[in-house]
């Protein structure tokens, strides 16, 4: 199959060599603003180089993975939708709740599938998790936490686009704990604070956060993410029930030294790129996208499913400005 990517910065390109390795993918058609993203693209995979998104789409593409800025999310998303073509995209759907909802509303029912990058769905161990939970070998659930730490805080650019700490990294835990408990989250409480990067405390966010999550049947989601782990990338999920407890992440590559006697755990290099932590995992998504493509699935992350983890990061975002609870039914549109 032939595939489109329109945006070549850092995730583009990890997607486009991604997909020049895949047996399905017999070429791809790139786009970028930036002509050397774009000339490295075809010097490295082959690629077919054009000049906008409107060309790309004309080029007999199967499928296309957008990796542009968020911004133009639902534009490249809606003119692949009305060209019949089935679409990937990288995370938020839009920048805010009521334009993620047009865009719902515009796919719904057009038959065109859109598939949702949420890269930790693919995990072999999150999914693990999600099959142990489902089979009821955990019993009921009681606790849930989830873990994102990044080992440096991203560049002020990026700070002053990326929407605040929930929106842009606790997305990602709100999306999982969603998905592997099968459950959803119906209120939030959030705390932050800052601890370095004066940066980020003057464009309005914090570097460091927390959220206590109630799901609809009771269980107590806990939420930690930060910009600065000097240790690396951590990301873990614990899953406590009633009947065993399990986790994902406890690897040799984990960033978390243990001091106690005798212990030698964790004993590898720890991860120190969310791409190392996750290449297998994106591998896995974009094969299943393949597989969309083709039409032997169904989106494994639609559009709905990351409306709801955008509203628990609007439902934290709103709770830490204003210091208190705030139920999902508030934000929604």
């Known amino acids: 199959m032939r595939i489109g990517i329109m945006g070549l910065g850092r995730i583009g390109s990890f997607h486009a060599e991604t997909l020049a390795g895949l047996d399905g993918v017999d070429s791809l ?140 990294c606790g997305v990602h835990d709100f999306d999982i704990v969603r998905w592997v408990t099968g459950r959803e989250v119906v209120e939030v409480y959030a705390t932050g604070g800052n601890r ?25 989601a806990v939420i930690s993410d930060s910009r600065h782990n000097a240790r690396g990338h951590d990301v873990r999920l614990e899953l406590h029930g009633m009947k065993d407890s399990i986790a994902v992440g406890l690897g040799d590559r984990l960033p978390l030294r243990s001091v106690e006697p005798g212990t030698a755990f964790p004993a590898g290099t720890p991860h120190t790129f969310f791409m190392d932590r996750f290449a297998d995992a994106y591998r896995a998504e974009l094969t299943a996208f393949t597989e969309v493509v083709a039409g032997t699935r169904t989106s494994p992350c639609t559009v709905a499913d990351a409306i709801e983890a955008s509203l628990t990061a609007e439902a934290c975002t709103l709770s830490l400005r204003e210091h208190r609870p705030v139920r999902l039914d508030e934000v929604r549109k």
Do not use: W
């Open 29 to 168: 058609v790139v786009t970028d603003p930036v002509a050397a993203a774009v000339a490295t693209a075809t010097e490295r995979f082959g690629a077919t180089a054009t000049d906008s998104p409107e060309a790309l789409r004309a080029a007999g593409v199967d499928g296309v993975v957008i990796a542009a800025a968020t911004d133009a999310h639902p534009d490249l998303m809606l003119a692949a939708v009305r060209a019949g073509i089935p679409v990937f995209c990288e995370k938020p759907v839009a920048r805010g709740v009521e334009e993620s909802q047009e865009v719902l509303r515009a796919v719904e029912g057009s038959g065109v599938e859109v598939h949702i990058g949420y890269n930790r769905r693919f995990d072999a161990g999150f999914a693990a998790a999600r099959r142990a939970v489902l089979s009821g070998e955990l019993g009921d659930l009681h606790t849930v936490r989830s873990t994102t730490l990044d080992p440096a805080p991203p560049p002020l650019a990026y700070v002053a686009v990326s929407g605040g700490i929930f929106r842009d």
């Open 196 to 220: 370095g990067a004066e940066y980020i405390r003057e464009a309005g966010d914090v570097d460091t956060a927390s959220a206590l999550l109630t799901l609809d049947d009771g269980t107590i």
